[in-house]
């Protein structure tokens, strides 16, 4: 670290007393306003040039050795011993014979900075200065000779939780004020010895931990408890400890070793429980009782944060102002501990004021810059764990340490935060603390069975490396937005799962007569008593008030086609095609012919798969539904009758949605493929050569990536996942005729599990049985062989699945990506068959009509699409955007409903704008000529035969009425006529 970066750290230290107080409580709101979501979407950048990529242990977990050479029993070594304990750190990693191990590792990481810790009893057995250890002393001295001459910065930590058991027993540790003295001492004999080859010292790590929960839960050595006083005295006495150690490098070490010094503090991110004042200072008040308690002192003002001392009274401790200003400023940089600490697992939740706690790093380093006046802050420790029997493959921990690294990288980029170092934790597996061996926390897989302790690398290691070696997240070609266009005959869609249906033409459903009261307020009054007489007419399809709306609702997204699915239990409810339901089918028939006049192609669903509802006609439904192989002949007769009856219109077939669901059994997806194909030849032999259109059946696909890339037992359960989520329906089709390979092989070894057999009937009737192919996704998954939690591992396909902390959830993950990569599987899988996205979209609120998260969905997702097919070669036919209206796909729509009311959302909008520039056009570039499509003005042909309906039913009114008063005027001038002549009484 250059001089230049010294002197810019320690003013920032020097200018920390001028922050406000509470300065800190504008982050909660800052964040809120932050545009969601591309605050969330992950950001390609690097780190400065000058940042320290760290990695780091501590003694008590790795050294093990724990009498060897002279050293001192510390209180770890007598805390583990204690109780019903049978798990001790005596050998941990065993760091003390391995530091060739340990040193190979940190080379291959690539590491500038490697933090490790003193062992004060290894030094000093008894904790002081005449019972100096000279072995201890030189195991030290050779780890850190090592460092330099490959040149990794050594970051030392003098107290990391292992107090000489000696000074615990004698003095009763960190309760007594003596250690201030005691400490001093010990720290002075390292900065001689060391301090030559050391630039960056922690006093002491995590004093919250050793204050609350070595002297207060009794969680950690040395296990003291049930005096609700005693950590504010320890943590009071660890301050002045502090400040003493730096005050003596300050004034006797610095101007020649030029170093710096500081104290580091571990801290919970945490969020308001509700959206109030009150909550935002519960949540301040939480992270003064935690990281205030030892910063503010350090960086502010000498003194305890108030909200600690309005809450805690006379428990807390207090200073004379002399001793403020004694601690007050005493740390060169801000070094933040954050992760699977015990200051972020709180324990309970008597800090968390009602509120809860978050795992957001960039918040807290925000808080922290806010609060504490800008310091550059050091992140000292930063990583998660994995369960103690995972191996080598551990991308649960690289997930988080990706997403804790992004975070402090946006931290600098876009909050303008000085973040100066990042430090992974930890180098190696070993003893961890109070869940001893349970779980592991290392970069490098340690196996405690072997002579050795044989390290090997994991996962989140290769990782890390790669990250080091790029200095962060570089924006690859890849990353990029694509610019370009589509081409002309591009299919631009909307889908929905079904359209509202109107039996009866809402305008002539009420026989009743109306008088028009044209010279008052204009409205109509009913005429009680009065029918109107039939018009005498045929129905129209402008009869149906729903058709004319959900028309003129895609019409206004801008779309040439509109993807819906028929209801085959309701359109033959007998399950006999010869009694269909002729009135739904003529409103499908109006759908279809109305969706033309507005150039609109529909593209119809004969079958719609969910599992909530078989939609099969009763007579299927009751009679095993599919696994009855004459479903699949009805299914053939159904798709005739479709055929037959709304061909005319309809050129694009989808026989099939979806099917390849999980949940349908091998038994009834070999029944649902036989349909598909019968479906099909039905098409191809008897309405092709007259209809001119084209069928095939949409597959759900969603992505599925590799935990890591880079892993080949990662690759093969991502293949796996592919070919039994949509191989299994599409290799039969657009393939080989059967089932995939890989499917065949692998429930072979389950005898518990059979995968039927096609006949070499069925076999020539299901392959190339498609026109394109269809799909639906929507999001993408992780998946790894390695078992970490049994609530997401298939145990038949042995496989975990997990997703990038990283992601933007809602409530599935948003991975623009991959559509590409799905996209990419399809051309390379079935040569260059043509592909439809028959369904692509996000789920949000429906309250939200500023939609923000799906005008970013649908502007990244069709953008990975222009990259298939401009980049890749993919032969893409069309988009379809999902869905329509809340109404009938809720939390998808481009329309929302308050009431009876319908609002358009700023999604429909941009959706609409992509489509008008068919992509994304080169700025500058000449325009794409495209011939238009055939003018129509459906709301002209729709008002005209509105208004002339209209105008007929209110004709039919006045002529009733005008007949009315022709009558009764008869009547009276016939009554003085009929009663001269006797005829009225």
Sequence with gaps: MGALLLLLLLTGAATGVTAKPNSGLKTWGRFSRLPYPGDKAFLHDTFPAEFMWAVGTAAYQVEGAFEKDGKGLSIWDTFTRGGNRLVTGDVGSDSYHNVHADVRAIRQLGVSHYRFSLSWARIFPNGTRGSYNEIGTNYYRALIKKLKEMRVQPVVTLYHWDLPEHLQQSLGGWTNPQLVDIFKDYADFCFHTFGDDVKTWITIDNPFVVAQHGYGTGVVAP??????????????????????VWHLYHHRYRHRQKGRVSMALASHWIRPSQTCRESLRECQCSLDHVLGWFARPLFTDGDYPPCMKERLGSKLPSFSPEERDFVKGTADFFALSHGAALSFQLINDSLKFGQKEDLDLRMLLYWINAEYDKPPIFVVQSGWYVLGNTKTEDPKHMYYLKRFIAEALKSIVIDGVNVIGYTAWSLIDGFEWYREYGI????????????????????????????????????????????????CDFAWGVSANSIQVETVPSQF??????????????????????????????????????????????????????????????????????????????????????????????????????????????????????????????????????????????????????????MVSYQEGHQMLRAHALAWHAYDREFRHLQRGQVSLALHMDWVEPAFLFSREDVEPAKRVLDFRVGWFAEPIFGSGDYPVGMRSWLRQLSSVSLPVFNEVDRGLVKGSYDF??????????????????????????????????????????VPSGLRKALNWVNEHYNHVPVYVMANGVQEDPAHFKDNLRVYYLYN???????????????????????????RDPGFGFYGNIQDEVIIKASLFNYRNLIQHNGFPIQGADPQNCPGPPQSCVSCQVLSKTVLGFLTLVGSGILITLGLIIYYTAKRQRRPWLQSRGAVK
């Design 773 to 814: 192919f269809a799909i639906s996704h929507f999001s993408t998954k992780l998946v790894t062989h390695a078992k970490e939690d049994t609530y997401t591992y298939s145990a038949m396909l042995e496989v975990q699945h997990m997703i990038d902390t990283t992601w933007i959830m809602s409530p599935r993950p948003v």
């Design 223 to 244: 296990g003291v408890k049930n005096n609700p006083e005693l950590p504010f005295r320890v943590g009071h006495i660890l301050l002045k400890a502090h400040a003493a």
């Design 861 to 887: 997702y069709i953008n990975e699409a222009l990259k298939a097919y401009t980049l890749d070669g993919v032969n893409l036919k069309g988009y379809f955007a999902y869905a329509l209206s809340d109404q």
């Design 440 to 487: 592991r926390r290392g970069l490098y897989y340690v196996d405690f069975n072997t002579p050795d302790m044989k390290r090997e690398p994991k996962t989140s290691a290769n990782f890390y490396r790669t990250v080091i070696q790029r200095n962060g997240f570089p924006e690859l070609p890849e990353d990029r937005p694509a610019q370009g266009v589509f081409p």
């Design 509 to 662: 459903a009420d026989p009743s007569v109306y008088l028009w009261n044209i010279s008052n307020n204009g409205e109509l009054i009913k005429l009680e008593g009065l029918v109107a007489p039939p018009l005498r007419r045929a129905l129209r399809c402008a009869d149906y008030a729903t058709i004319r709306q959900q028309v003129e609702e895609i019409r206004q997204v801008g779309v040439n086609h509109f993807h819906f699915s028929l209801n085959w239990s309701a359109l033959v409810p007998s399950g006999d095609v010869s009694r269909p339901n002729d009135t739904l089918l003529g409103y499908y028939r109006c759908f279809s012919r109305q969706l033309l006049r507005a150039n609109v192609t529909p593209v119809v669903t004969l079958w719609h798969h969910t599992r909530q509802r078989s939609s099969l006609p009763a007579l299927l439904n009751n009679n095993s539904k599919w696994l009855n192989s004459k479903t699949a002949e009805a299914f053939a007769d159904y798709a005739r009758l479709c055929y037959r009856e709304l061909g005319a219109h309809v050129k694009m077939w989808i026989t099939l949605n979806e099917p390849n669901d999980e």
